[in-house]
């Protein structure tokens, strides 16, 4: 995608773009522009989630249901999927090939795990009756938590890409540009799960709902 | 940045603003700051934590990162469950949440080792999100009269 | 992923994906048009579009004037005027003043820096591309007879399913949410271009204001649109799937879409504004015969008033109450919104001052965008006092005033930016008879309608309702201005004329009919698909107003700091990049502009291609699914893929067997 929205840049040896009027690279500029975008479009959500707490009628509410060892997991591999982005980046860009391959499909693995998570999360949350037409706190969760996993989900099939691109040799320490936006891409989707993780759960995770509320499943 | 604003201002400016020259447009002024030279035994600690003399991270540099980061993750649960801290939760996990933040935007995205543009790009936007939607939440929490 | 380009040394790459079309060759006909990635092109696409549903629009104004010229009218009933309304409003900002901004972006902006095409030329055609199917989309609304009629700002929960259950809001939901990508799409790209793709010594300072407005219209695109996105996406959900973030029955607040929506729909009004000040600052000092007035202060202003604007959201919300804390606060930073604006005026008006003033079409057409647009500001900083807003909200004062700022404003502009750019588009004049009488008869007709508002809105009529009674006494005001609607619908047809017109008679316009100041006008008429033969190496302002008339340097231009008259050209791009100690960096760019600079061997252009147009159409495809069945999201997402795919194994350029 970015990878290939092919622009006019020339490199000298050190792999430093050198034809822009400011020295930087044109899809690094569009990557960080579009996180800059991004920053807005989850900063709505978020503020959406913030503006419904503790406003839903009915039950379920966030202390019935959400479980924070599980999230503390798949946090922590959201994180360890960052640090392989990272580790991938540095081979990649060294040009030692073959750990930039192993790197890049850990990344991909970490962020499928992550996704399954989800996955099961979602279910066990339609199972016990939270489901997005539930009530406000199962809509804004739902939607959320799940536009953030359609961007997982995103970032996964690039990395994919991008990981047969590295087998094959088409992505070698000359381009790892287009490796290293992708690597912001998922860095920023990492960022946006620290916020969510913190929002939604640590700090709402005791809400009972609003006073006067109907009890939830307890 | 300084010299942007000069240069804009007062570039090769004639006209009603051809202001006198100030100490402000001198090509390097003095960098003093809010706390003139105190803060630079602190500034050097910081320098020393992020290694700030290294351009690009080393793998071993990283997997330090990623630890910290697994371990303010750790501590995050971990207060979660400290039942004693009351309304001290909100902001500790704030807090803990902005230093996860920072690590993973200033070494794992390498605004830190990277051209002060992208910096400059992603703060404005930060700022401007933050900014609309604290007011927002501000309105909505404390303006809002239909909602009693 | 595999751009072929001609850096270090690169052999060509295995990996490819099956081309089930060829890659586009012909230079001419249809298919060239839709594989086009060239920045003009697709500008002259994004104009002929927007004027199309510029017509439309008008028609669909046209309908409503003649409804409420008179009293207790029954030619249009109430669920049709509600129809009306919605799309007049939503055409008119998306689908009419955005991209005809946009199509001067495509058509300048390159120009303008000296590139010889913006950052990403396949996203800008897949910006297009995405735009006319997101157009299509949202009108093909009428065709079923179920346009939306939620009001183009759509409000929640009125716009919900409970209150609004017909198909008219799905298509405007989802046909907003395709317009939106293409807007962020759009924005990114000309934010790197302007930033990135300067030509050597062309520094942010040295930019011309329109650039400079293009840049922070596009900061605001790009940050401004994905609330939008959001907001949409909410009632989409709302409205399809029965989630309730607008569901007052589950405790959905009616307030927040309010609140998200003016969090958008204020920096919008900017992102349409702000492109027809950039316009106006170049007409203006051209036909002047003098400098822009306060480059600085008007540079300064734009990215003032780009970061105020989202500040003053909720004086669209004045009387909902949102308490005397929050109204006082966002009343005081209304007013002060006024101030950036108005030092622009007065630039303007300074740069007239003492100027040998030639009063061309373009002129006139500037000139009456600073008074209408003054008019049309000074009732807005009315509206910010909170009680008197109280008195004028949903009023057609607020009619008038909006009507001041972007008809009088955005499209006056626009309309001198045509007349002014024209000669250099089409390498022909526009006729300046039919010009100046077009102008009268806009300006006019646009007063005839639009001044009587005033009157009608402090007078209490109400917007949006379909009809009046007799003895309200607005029958003769209204009938005035229904009268100015069709004057100004008669001036947009002699401007057609006029087109048609100068087409036949085709009076060449030369490389440079205005004594043009900016780099455009060094090129010759239309443009070289290159651009530029040569990157122009520019030392200041105005660059080519200075190369013509050098002996003008000295009077304008002096620095009093080092004393030399000019500074040395192209040894800083960028004061930015200068701070940071990378000056080598840029004297590799340099040379590598030097090596452009051998003809025509050392210009690449794009490869045309067709994945843009496969990629928006799979995107248009899924909103369609969206609303009717699954099946059709998956037909969309399988031609999705295919256009991603496809785009990125198809190089930038294939590999010329014998180049270099």
Redesign the interface.
Known sequence: ?A???????????HG?????????S?K???M??????????F??????Y???RN???VGPYPADILD??IT?VS??VL??S??A???AL??I?QGRQKMGTFWIFSVVVLGAIFLLFQVYEFNHFGQVGLT??T??F???F??LTG?HGAHVTLGVLWLI?LGF?SI????RA??AI?LEIA??YW??V??VW??I??VIY??S?RDVGPPGSVPGLH | MSNFWNKLLYHEGRGWWDLPRTQWQDPNPQMEGPFGHGIAPIKRTWEIITAANYHHGTPWFYVLIGAILSIITIVEVWAFTWETLGGLLIPLMLVLSIAKFILVVGFFMHLKFDRKYYAWIFTACMIIGIGIFVALLLLLEYGNQTQQ | MQTTHPGPSREPISLSFPRIIPRPKSEYGIWSWISTVDHKRIGTLYAVTSFFWFLVGGIEALLMRVQLSQADSTLIDPEMFNQLFTMHGTTMVFLVVMPLSAAFFNWLIPLQIGARDVAFPRLNALSFWIFLFGSLFLNFSWLIGDAPNGGWFGYAPNSHVAFNPTNGMNFWVIGLNILGVASIAAGLNFIVTILNMRAPGMSLTKMPVFTWMTFVTSVLIVLALPVLTVALIQLQVDRLYGTHFYNTAAGGDPVLWQHVFWLFGHPEVYILILPAMGIVSEILPVFSRKPLFGYSFLVFAGVAIGFMGWFVWSHHMFTVGLGPAANSAFAISTMAIAIPTGIKIFNWIGTMWGGSIRFSTAMLFAISFIAMFTIGGLSGVMHASVPSDAQQQDTYFVVAHFHYVLFGGAIMAIFGGIYFWWPKATGYMLSEKLGIINWLIMLIGFNLQFAPQHWLGLDGMPRRIFTYAENMGWENTNMIASAGGFLMAFSVLLFMINVVYSARKRVPAGDDPWDGRTLEWSISSPPPHYNFEKIPNVEHRDDFWFTKHPELIAEYYHDEHSGELTAPSGAQFDEDAADEEDEHAEAHAEEHHGDDEHGHGGIHLPDMSYYPIILAAGLTIVGAGLMTAVPVIIIGTIVLLWGLLGWSFEPVNDPVPDSH
């Open positions: 995608m990878a290939a929205t092919g622009t006019y840049e020339i490199k000298n040896e430093e773009v050198i034809n822009t009027s400011t020295g930087l044109n690094k500029l569009l960080w522009s579009f996180l800059g975008s991004d920053v807005m479009f900063g709505s959500f978020i503020a959406t913030l503006v419904y406003r839903s009628l924070i060892p503390s946090t922590f994180l360890m960052s640090l982005m990272v580790l540095s081979y860009q997005p037409r009530n406000l199962g809509t804004t739902f939607i536009l890409f691109g094959k040799g088409s992505l000359d381009n287009d690597g912001l860095h920023f990492d960022i620290i916020v993780f913190t640590l700090i995770a």
